[in-house]
């Protein structure tokens, strides 16, 4: 089945530095890619759509010029977490869209210090 | 290996029960969860099950038994808007979540 994997897994930040999540599709190409919160043992928060060439689509309430997405290409997207605060510190989760079908990542456990 | 499993596709009927089963083999557990996933849509939480048993939250619940590496939802009273897909995730002892395909659920009236 398609994989898509993240990296880091576990990232630990000062406050006021930048972070980098990549999340890749291992097997297959995806022309979207979506990134996600994970609040603890809740929701999935849709933070922005992402297609392959184009500027990502925030969803209300998401700072762009914080959460700065970049898919390059149709096997990666990154997700940089600029002037990291401690409120930031969460479970950040990424999926690729192949066809109608969505496939989820690993998640990066981000903790701001 | 790391392995979730659930059935890819079940039918059912409105207005009555149905029952997705999850099977999984991680490495370590902290907690097992369903989501519900309408096409086009994010994922909404349905349930977070960590202890052995039933937990009930108005037409579904959810089981868990860990020495069985097992779970599954349980919906009742079935509406056609229940026709989704549910994901089975297990977060492992690394806190990475392990997902399962999804099964995707088909209401007929």
């Known amino acids: 089945g398609a994989v898509v994997s993240q990296h880091p897994s576990w990232v630990i930040c000062k406050s006021g530095t930048s972070v980098k999540i990549e999340c890749r599709s291992l097997d297959f190409q995806a022309t979207t890619m979506f990134w996600y919160r994970q609040f603890p043992k809740q929701s999935l928060m849709l933070m922005a759509t992402?297609?392959?060439?184009?500027?990502?689509?925030?969803e209300q309430g998401v700072e762009k010029d914080k959460f700065l997405i970049n898919h390059a290409s149709l096997t990666l997207s990154t997700l940089t977490v600029t002037s990291a605060h401690p409120e930031d510190s969460s479970f950040y989760i990424c999926?690729?869209?192949?066809?109608?079908?969505?496939?989820f990542g690993p998640g990066t456990r981000l903790t701001v210090t | 290996g790391q392995n979730i499993d659930q059935p890819t596709e079940m039918t059912a009927t409105e207005g009555a029960i149905v029952q997705i089963n999850c099977t999984y083999q991680t490495s370590g557990f902290n907690g097992l969860f369903w989501y519900q996933q309408h096409a086009g849509e994010a994922p909404t939480f349905l349930s977070y099950n960590v202890l052995d048993g039933l937990e009930e939250k108005g037409r579904f619940s959810s089981f868990l038994s860990r020495s069985k590496g097992y779970s599954y939802l349980l919906l009742k009273e079935l509406q056609m808007k229940d026709s989704a897909s549910y994901l089975c995730a297990v977060m492992d002892s690394n806190y990475q979540l392990i997902w399962g395909a999804g099964t995707k659920l088909i209401i007929k009236p």
């Open positions: 999926s690729a869209s192949e066809d109608d079908e969505q496939y």
């Open positions: 992402s297609n392959e060439g184009s500027k990502a689509t925030y």
